[in-house]
């Protein structure tokens, strides 16, 4: 016996041989199993139009790395978490599934980089692609869908944002301090000055510019935010006119207040990323975009992806209606009370798409009386809210809406938890719109690929 089994007595184990020659397999076909992951995404990849990427390309010079093999390796890294170039250069080495989809090539992590940032609109239409795909093999059967939103933290820190209150005290200041400084100036050729006034003027009225750049977009955030409150108020205002003119008096309680035009106090600009905000997280605040997405209830596919700046998801279904436009139309589409309002729903009914949009807080464990009581058709001149709210109040109704929660929260938390999207790797709303469009397209073929083995869970 050896010393680990005269060590354990008669109990045998199998031990590793590190220093064993190992004969492997003459093919990387036979390295991973039929069924795996990295072959359904090459395979997926194989078969879509990639003539927007391969197109830039001219002849001459050093070959250029294939444009397949690099899709498909964007693609393999992030369904299965790893977005960086650099662990994706090193998955070449260490994973033998990344070693079947590059087919033992190793592009370094700079080539990776370049190629994602080149391409990303161009990879960006290839979510469509991948759901038409869906469609063709019977996994997307466009039904109801669900849409919902989740904040990822941005690629810039919260304590690079500057407030626009604390924007003018430090503008104040370094208009003081310049003007020190040029009195300085003017007795530099007469006695000797520890600073480098030219060097110093210079930092200072770097800052200063940025800093009025700055405000400019604040100052430009609150005119579209005040327009935005100004068209609501008078909203509310005219529908409490005409309550007043129903009633024959007037209503009680104090109307609403004018929206206030003009920068507030807190009001954030990020300097090393001005498309992100400052957005309420669970640990307090975070510098973060609003990524939104529509999940098909019957085969958990992302039908729709795009990214927002505003914390608020009442202005978010126009967006996602006009991107469903290029993957059909949805049977119906269902949403928490954020999205809710006339506008909303009248905007689903007059596309043919029906809404199903909590108009309050849904309160759990209701009293039997209340769900005993029968549901009565809606009057025939209703509009389309009260026709939504007879709906949501069906049995039917209440089934497809309760679906909501597991459909596109489960999704976001595996993407968010298990594919590691915890943070967008890219700067500007653009890019960070690409690589949410590259994610999202990335857990259609994970789940396209569990769909295929007969998988029915929405990991």
């Not at 998955?91 to 990344?98: F, I, K």
Request: aromatic letters at 4%; a neutral charge.
């Amino acid at each position: 016996m050896n010393s680990l089994e005269d060590d354990v007595g008669s109990i045998r184990f199998q031990r590793a041989n590190r220093d064993e020659v190992w004969l492997l397999p003459p093919s990387i076909q036979e390295w991973l199993p039929d069924d795996h992951l990295a072959r359904f995404v090459v395979e997926i990849v194989e078969s879509l139009d990639l003539d927007k990427i391969t197109g830039v390309y001219r002849h001459g010079g050093k070959p250029a790395w294939c444009p397949v093999m690099m899709t498909a390796l964007l693609f393999c890294g992030y369904s299965t978490g790893v977005h960086s170039s650099r662990k994706l250069e090193a998955a070449t080495h260490d994973s033998v599934a990344v070693r079947h989809v590059t087919g033992n090539l190793h592009p370094d992590h700079d080539t990776i980089a370049r190629f994602r940032k080149r391409h990303l609109p161009a990879l960006q239409e290839l979510f469509v692609q991948v759901l038409s795909i869906a469609g063709t093999m019977g996994m997307l059967k466009l039904g109801h869908v669900s849409l919902d939103g989740t904040r990822v933290k941005a690629n810039a820190s919260r304590h690079r944002a500057m407030s626009h209150a604390h924007m003018e005290r430090i503008e104040a200041q370094l208009k003081a301090e310049v003007a020190r400084l040029l009195e300085l100036a003017e007795v530099a050729d007469e006695q000797e000055c520890a600073l480098d006034i030219p060097e110093e003027l210079g930092r200072r009225q770097e800052r200063l510019a940025k800093i009025a750049e700055a405000r400019k977009e604040i100052e430009a955030r609150a005119a579209a935010r005040h327009a935005a409150e100004q068209a609501a108020y008078e909203e509310k205002m005219q529908e409490r006119r005409q309550k007043e003119r129903e009633r024959g008096g007037k209503l009680g309680g104090r109307p609403p207040k004018p929206p206030v035009p003009g920068p507030r106090p807190r009001d954030q600009i990020s300097f090393t990323d001005p498309d992100s905000r400052i957005m309420p997280s669970s640990g307090g605040f975070e510098q973060a975009l609003g990524a939104r997405a529509s999940v098909d209830h019957g085969s958990h596919l992302i039908v729709h992806a795009h990214v927002s700046r505003r914390p608020n998801d009442v202005d978010e279904m126009a967006p996602a209606l006009a991107a469903l436009e290029d993957v059909g139309s949805p049977a119906g589409i269902v949403a928490d009370t954020g999205y809710f309002s006339r506008a909303n729903v009248e905007l689903c009914d007059d596309r043919g798409i029906e809404p199903l949009i909590a108009s309050g807080r849904q309160h759990h464990n209701r009293p039997l009386r209340e769900r005993r009581v029968p549901v009565t058709e809606p009057p025939a001149d209703a509009d389309a809210v009260e026709r939504m709210k007879h709906r949501m109040g069906s049995a039917e109704g209440e089934r497809i809406h309760a679906k909501r929660k597991a459909a596109a929260r489960p999704v976001f938390g595996i993407i968010k938890r298990v594919m590691g999207l915890d943070q967008f790797s890219l700067r500007g709303i653009e890019a960070v719109h690409g690589e949410w469009s590259l994610v999202c397209t990335s857990w259609n073929l994970k789940r396209m690929h569990r769909l295929l083995l007969g998988g029915h869970s929405a990991a």
